[in-house]
């Protein structure tokens, strides 16, 4: 499996155009609370919160920026619940998730750049597992 997302307007699931695929520097792997509280034996045993991704690339081009717009509803710029495959490290596997996505953050290029954008990075939140895949 890889990344996929069905977004606001997707009747499907979208795999990103090349031009949008999260790359190594922002990998889609769920991202885990540190745990706050530990056994007597070291292990972990209490953490705060839910689990997270946040996925992107450090250069991205105006194609790629257009295909995650698509996937965002762009009246408001609000977060929404979407559906995102991604790779929990846990259960060492692709898994369905739940989660709102953030509107990207982002800077500008440097002038004369090929790329339209730098650090690129879309952020899901409060993610909750649908299924194990």
């Excluded at 056994?39 to 250069?59: C, F, M």
């Excluded at 698509?70 to 259960?91: E, G, I, K």
């Excluded at 739940?98 to 650090?119: D, I, N, R, V």
């Amino acid at each position: 499996m890889t990344f996929k997302i069905k977004g606001c307007t997707d009747t499907t699931f979208q795999t990103p155009v090349d031009a949008a695929k999260p790359l190594i520097e922002a990998p889609p792997i769920v991202q885990y609370p540190m745990p706050r509280r530990f056994t007597g034996e070291g292990k972990p045993a209490a953490a705060i919160g839910l689990p997270w991704a946040e996925v992107g690339r450090d250069h991205i081009s105006e194609t790629g920026m257009d295909w995650w717009f698509a996937r965002m509803n762009t009246s408001t710029y609000d977060p929404l619940v979407v559906a995102v495959t991604l790779w929990d490290p846990r259960q060492t596997a692709w898994g369905t998730y739940q989660a709102w996505m953030h509107p990207p953050t982002y800077q500008l290029a440097e002038a004369g750049s090929e790329y339209y954008l730098t650090g690129w990075r879309v952020r899901f939140s409060s993610i909750s597992s649908t299924t194990a895949t």
